[in-house]
């Protein structure tokens, strides 16, 4: 008796032991089959057109992705190509020649320079300093740069510097230092050889790349407008639009000057500076009139290359920095310390 009711036990656990699996298996199904129900509806009721709305949508934007990848990768390329550590063998050089003297806002001035020049390609700085030596703060900033430069010194005499409160035009700056870069141009390149152009870019001032474009290819002396300058909004050469030619200036400053034009309004071809050694900067020449006397000896105005689309766009401004105010300096001098003590602003 004890045996068959065990036996009979062990067979209705069994059955229960089978029939869980097939419940799942059950259960599944509907779910399934749910699934499928519920997604033929949905098709059946969908907009015929929402799958052609949906590829459209979807070609836009592989064509967009596509073009994004391509212009990015244009202008990687172009980045790539203009800066100052890409050298082109086939580009004439600018040879940018930047006078520079001790200040406060030297090192600040000298950097947002060095900023604009980075991106140039084929560009060589020549940076000279109103000094009997090489300054650290000069040095470091250059080779920081990672620029081609030339970093040269020769000290203006003391007569011939600016004392305080004196106005800039009566007494010449930057005038040996110029002359300074221009002897190693004469000393270190070949007029037969070397592919160039000759640029004044003072460190006082603000510059578009476009006008570094422009100039490379100058064939004697080109010139354009320069903005904020003798008293102006802009001084510029004016133009007759029919021949292309220089025809005089829109200066008040000095009008009767032979070429009343900024330091930083106009380029010098290399090999045409090169083939006139004689021509340099003077001490002993009027207020405003350096560029004047340079520029005689070696162009004419009917020769002149307008360039700023004929003169009518402005690529450098005479932007000069504002003395900073540093009562607050002297004060601690007073006191024998300084805010700047161990560090290079």
């Given amino acids: 008796m004890y045996s068959s ?42 907009d015929p057109h929402q799958y052609d709305n949906m590829r459209r949508t979807l070609e836009l934007y592989e064509y967009q992705l596509k073009e994004s990848k391509e212009h990015m990768a244009e202008t990687m390329r172009l980045l790539g190509r203009r800066d100052c550590v890409t ?36 560009l060589h700085w020549i940076v000279v300093e109103d000094s009997d030596h090489k300054t650290a703060l000069v040095s470091s900033l250059l080779t920081e740069t990672h620029l081609n430069f030339t970093h040269l010194y020769e000290q203006t005499p003391a007569e011939w510097k600016h004392k305080p409160k004196e106005p800039n035009w009566v007494k010449p700056r930057g005038v040996l230092q ?14 037969e050889v070397d592919r160039g152009v000759v640029y ?17 290819l100058t064939r004697e002396v080109s010139v354009w407008p320069v903005g904020l300058v003798g008293g102006l909004m802009v001084e510029k050469p004016e133009v007759n639009l029919t021949t292309g030619r220089v025809v005089g200036w829109n200066s008040q400053w000095r009008p009767e000057r032979p070429f009343p034009i900024d330091m930083a309004g106009f380029a010098i071809n290399l090999q045409h500076l ?3 050694p004689e021509v340099k900067f003077l001490l002993q020449v009027k207020g405003g ?13 009917d020769r002149l290359e307008p360039l700023a689309d004929n003169c009518t766009k402005v690529y450098v401004w005479h932007t000069r920095t504002e003395a900073p105010k540093l009562n607050m300096e002297d004060k ?14």
């Fill in 200 to 216: 004044f870019a003072d460190d006082d001032n603000a510059y578009s790349l476009q006008l570094f474009n422009e100039m490379r």
């Fill in 332 to 345: 601690l001098k007073a006191k024998g310390k300084r805010s700047d003590d161990g560090i290079q602003v």
């Fill in 87 to 122: 050298w082109d063998p086939d580009l004439p050089v600018i040879y940018a020649i930047t006078p520079t003297y001790a200040r406060p806002v030297q090192k600040a001035e000298l950097t947002r320079l060095s900023h604009t020049l980075m991106l140039v390609q084929n």
């Fill in 5 to 46: 009711r065990s036996a009979s036990h062990k067979y209705q656990d069994s059955v229960q032991t089978l029939d869980m699996p097939i419940r799942k298996k059950i259960i599944l199904y509907l779910a399934l089959l749910l699934l499928v129900l519920l997604w033929f509806i949905g098709v059946k009721n969908r």
């Fill in 178 to 191: 110029r002359n300074k870069a221009l002897a190693w141009l004469r000393a270190n390149l070949n007029a």
């Fill in 274 to 276: 090169l083939k006139r």
């Fill in 289 to 301: 009139w350096q560029e004047s006397e340079l520029l005689t000896h070696l162009t004419t105005l």
